[in-house]
């Protein structure tokens, strides 16, 4: 069956920087376009980034350009997301995601992992 397995969590004071990991199996990894969602307490989950199958194409939320990079390797089934300059306001469960579509709506992706907790501290 299709895993989706992030890493890379943990609490970071403001200002630092965290490298976020997800590594698929159970799927033709490069053919998915590739996500990071996340989602605070009491709110809905949020679009943070995206990547096309090639890697080609990228979408970052506005609010994040500049300081969250995401990236992919075809050939270890992974993708990767860079956060820089941490505030605390990006503390949220993230989640990678799976989809055929390029997109940065949630209900267009068709796999999901478990989530990795991000904290930042002020």
């Known amino acids: 069956q299709v895993q989706l397995v992030e890493s890379g969590g943990g609490s970071v004071q403001a200002g630092g920087s965290l490298r976020l990991s997800c590594a698929a199996s159970?799927?033709?990894?490069?053919?998915?376009?590739m996500g990071w969602f996340r989602q605070a307490p009491g709110k809905e989950r949020e679009f943070v980034a995206a990547?096309?199958?090639?890697?080609?194409?990228?979408r970052y939320a506005d609010s994040l350009k500049g300081r969250f990079t995401i990236s992919r390797d075809n050939a270890k089934n992974t993708v990767h997301l860079q956060m820089n300059s941490l505030k605390p306001e990006d503390t949220a469960v993230y989640y990678c995601?799976?989809?055929?579509?390029?997109?940065?709506?949630?209900?267009?992706?068709?796999?999901w992992g478990q989530g990795t907790q991000v904290t930042v501290s002020s």
């Open positions: 159970g799927l033709t990894f490069s053919s998915y376009s």
């Open positions: 995601a799976g989809g055929i579509r390029f997109s940065t709506i949630p209900g267009r992706y068709d796999y």
């Open positions: 990547i096309s199958w090639s890697g080609a194409n990228t």
